[in-house]
């Protein structure tokens, strides 16, 4: 499990993993709630399989720069079912969508604010109110090497082309809420809590912001068409044990899972029965789900997918993308990537760059 000392300031929190007497007690509750779900069902009625879902992954953000609202309304009109927001916060404590701590990889901030940089030469949101932020233009992700700057990944939106800007995620919100009430759909969000413990030594609780932003705009249940996700588990537990409980809510928690060592005790059917006590789904890395020795003609899954699907959890890994080197080698082209971790793997739902190419597959796979 992941190092306790990574939780600075959780003396209160209850490490639901490594507490048998809790553990067990969650689970049996759990175990109660399962069955009361299914009292006075009736034992012959047909189940239709699960829908797929299409995450779109910081928006269309194969086509526009990423995490832009222009990014959000193109995912939105490609069909995604729920649309991805990455959270961080302003030095006025404001949750702005940007995936990274800092905003020299997407934005202009060198130029417009130089020498607001820290020691390690990064522009920190947290450092600049979002009345500063909202002066800075958004473009492409770019990296910069020997003073030339590229796109991370070429043939998408060119640099610095049109105008885009950082918004907010309550205004993300109204405009998914605004097109549902304009269309009739009914999309969802999957906002991911950057670095909690990041913002705590900086002085912010964004798992508190959060919780406060989605109750304000009706999020509040699991039936609502909203999941939480964070990388930090000791987060996710406080959310569930303490956050949600203070204000009566309880909305899906989505433990995300990278290839990093510090996950790997996780990795194994115990490790998704102890999630499975205070989360209802996982994100993996797609290299969790599959054997690196896999072929185009002998893909192998890990099993990780069985184990989580017996705990009860839903299956959404990231991230894919239809560029030939973002996908695994086994993969023959776009379509096929889809096919193998829908189809052979199993899995509930993508979190991909392309909504458009993702629903097509799904469409033409009934």
């Known amino acids: 499990m992941l190092s306790a000392s990574r939780a600075p300031g959780r ?12 553990l067990s007690v969650l689970m049996l509750a759990g175990c109660a709630a399962s069955s009361g779900d299914q009292a006075g069902s009736d034992e012959h009625e047909i189940v239709l399989p699960a829908k797929k879902l299409v995450i779109a992954h910081r928006g269309a953000s194969g086509y526009l720069p990423e995490h832009t609202i222009a990014a959000k309304a193109m995912a939105y009109a490609q069909g995604a079912d729920y649309i991805e927001q990455d959270l961080v916060m302003t030095k006025d404590g404001k949750l702005v969508v940007l995936h990274d701590r800092y905003l020299d990889t997407v934005t202009d901030v060198a130029s417009v604010f130089p020498g607001r940089n820290r020691e390690d030469g990064r522009f920190y ?9 909202k002066q800075l233009s958004v473009s492409e992700r770019f990296e910069t090497e020997d003073g030339a700057v590229r796109l991370v990944f070429k043939d998408r939106f060119p640099l610095w082309k049109s105008s885009f800007r ?3 995620f309550a205004e993300e919100i109204e405009l998914i809420q605004g097109l549902n009430d304009s269309t009739g759909k009914s999309i969802g969000l ?17 798992a508190s912001a959060t919780l406060d932003v989605l109750m304000a705009y009706g999020y509040k249940s699991k039936s609502d068409k909203v999941f939480l996700q964070c990388f930090d588990p ?7 044990i303490e956050l949600m409980p203070e204000r009566q809510m309880s909305v899906r928690l989505i433990q995300l899972i990278s290839t990093s060592e510090e996950y790997r005790r996780l990795l194994s059917a115990d490790g998704m029965k102890q999630l499975a006590t205070f989360v209802d789904g996982i994100g993996p890395s797609v290299l969790l789900l599959i054997e690196q020795d896999s072929t185009s003609s002998s893909v192998r899954a890990t099993g990780l997918t069985g184990f989580a699907h017996a705990a009860g959890l839903k299956v959404h890994p990231y991230t894919f993308r239809r560029e030939r080197d973002q996908m695994p080698p086994f993969a ?9 971790f829908f189809d052979e793997i199993g899995v509930d739902g993508v979190f991909t760059d392309f909504p458009d190419l993702t629903v097509q597959y799904l469409e033409a796979r009934h």
């Open 11 to 22: 003396s209160r929190l209850i490490d639901v993993i490594r507490n048998p007497i809790l």
């Open 125 to 133: 949101v947290i450092d600049f109110t979002l009345a500063e932020i």
């Open 166 to 168: 950082v918004h907010t």
């Open 190 to 206: 999957y906002p991911e809590m950057k670095s909690p413990a990041f913002h705590r030594d900086e002085g912010k609780d964004i």
């Open 234 to 240: 000791y987060e996710l537990q406080r959310i569930y």
């Open 332 to 340: 023959k082209d776009y379509d096929d990537f889809l096919r193998i």
